[in-house]
């Protein structure tokens, strides 16, 4: 390959744009820049194209993202190649040159995906792109040298050279040396209906957090367990035997023939007394169940012949089919009003000690005594 003059056929337009303000332009004067050994190693390593046909010659563009770059920003690096869709180009970036210690930027871990498609870039030509990842950590002046690609015509292959690149990183703190404070905003005038208007906001907040613990607290009332009123107390079996057989008495069903409805009826509130009476359930027992549990606590005053003559008659009028006359019923009905009327719950009697005395009287008196002493 010869190294001539002609080189300069070869078109490489660098569109960079990192061009900030001028106010930028000119805080950024702090920044450190790349001094002169830098700018030696950029020049020694930079690369000498060979001499191409202007035909041939591909446009090498370089673009980058984002294009004012801060420290720790992960910059994007295009290089864009336009030749003639019968020609080739391949670019093979030189990792060494994107790292640089003494700025302290690093080729980046996560690099793009290769794209390798081909691009139409107008007047009959194609493009493609080659996208390196860099991430620099101090604010400095970033120089990366000139990179050789290969021109594949068909008929030669030749070396072309990218652009050198030269960006700016910011430092995410500012650019100031010393930075002093300053207006970011004009001031504002408040007025005292934007206050009123807040105030009423603030009420209404406070009113809707009390409805809410209002209802909050309507809502655990009622679901807590709400207290059971004690049950009533019992009634003395001796009340509910007369009350049943008070109904049997006024009732029609002999008149009207139902004998057996009438018998087992007079027999389960007899059951029911004898059972309440001593605690036992009696409706579910049989007639030899029930005297054998009264024989080991009897009724006083309750002879246990008369108790079982009216369950056997009844027994015999239920299972046995047997028709009594209506003397007879009557007969039994007078048997059961003894047996309850001998179970009648008699009032305790009231001791001396717990007589009333008359106002006045001296303690220990009744009220028919009288004082020793009077005269």
């Not at 337009?13 to 000119?26: C, F, I, M």
């Not at 860099?134 to 290969?150: L, T």
């Not at 107390?233 to 004998?259: C, F, K, N, Q, W």
């Not at 009438?262 to 359930?281: E, H, N, P, Q, V």
Request: charged share 20%; with cysteine.
């Amino acid at each position: 390959m010869k190294l001539n003059a002609h080189a300069s056929a070869v078109t490489l337009t660098a569109t960079l744009l990192v061009h900030g303000s001028a106010h930028a332009q000119t805080t950024d004067a702090a920044l450190p820049r790349p001094d002169a050994s830098a700018d030696l190693a950029v020049a020694e390593g930079a690369c000498t194209p060979d001499a191409v046909d202007p035909a041939h010659a591909p446009t090498i563009t370089v673009h980058l993202q984002p294009e004012n770059p801060h420290v720790g920003d992960r910059v994007l690096i295009t290089y864009r190649f336009a030749y003639r869709a019968r020609d080739r180009v391949e670019f093979d970036p030189d990792v060494v040159a994107f790292q640089q210690p003494a700025i302290e930027m690093d080729y980046a871990r996560d690099q793009p995906d290769r794209d390798r498609s081909v691009h139409t870039a107008g007047d009959g030509r194609i493009a493609t792109e080659v996208v390196v990842a860099v991430q620099p950590f101090r604010a400095a002046e970033v120089a990366i040298r000139s990179m050789p690609a290969r021109l594949n015509t068909g008929d030669e292959i030749s070396r072309v050279c990218t652009p050198a690149v030269h960006f700016r990183v910011r430092s995410v703190f500012g650019n100031f040396t010393h930075p002093g404070p300053r207006n970011v905003t004009p001031p504002a005038e408040v007025f005292r209906d934007a206050l009123t208007a807040r105030y009423v906001t603030l009420g209404l907040d406070g009113a809707f957090v009390l409805v809410l613990a209002t209802l909050g607290s309507a809502a655990y009332a009622r679901s807590r367990p709400k207290p059971v009123p004690p049950p009533p107390p019992p009634r003395h079996p001796y009340l509910v035997a007369m009350e049943a057989l008070d109904a049997i008495a006024r009732s029609d069903l002999l008149t009207r023939g139902l004998t057996k409805d009438w018998y087992d009826a007079l027999s389960d509130a007899i059951r029911r007394y004898l059972g309440g009476t001593r605690r036992f359930d009696a409706i579910d027992m049989t007639t030899y169940e029930i005297l054998f549990t009264l024989r080991r606590d009897p009724l006083p005053g309750v002879p246990m012949i008369e108790v079982e003559r009216l369950l056997s008659e009844c027994d015999l009028v239920k299972f046995a089919r047997y028709v009594p006359s209506h003397e007879e019923s009557d007969e039994i009905l007078r048997s059961a009003y003894g047996i309850v009327a001998r179970g009648r719950p008699v009032a305790a009697p009231v001791s001396t000690a717990e007589t009333p005395r008359l106002a006045g009287s001296p303690p220990g008196s009744t009220p028919g005594s009288t004082s020793g002493n009077a005269s």
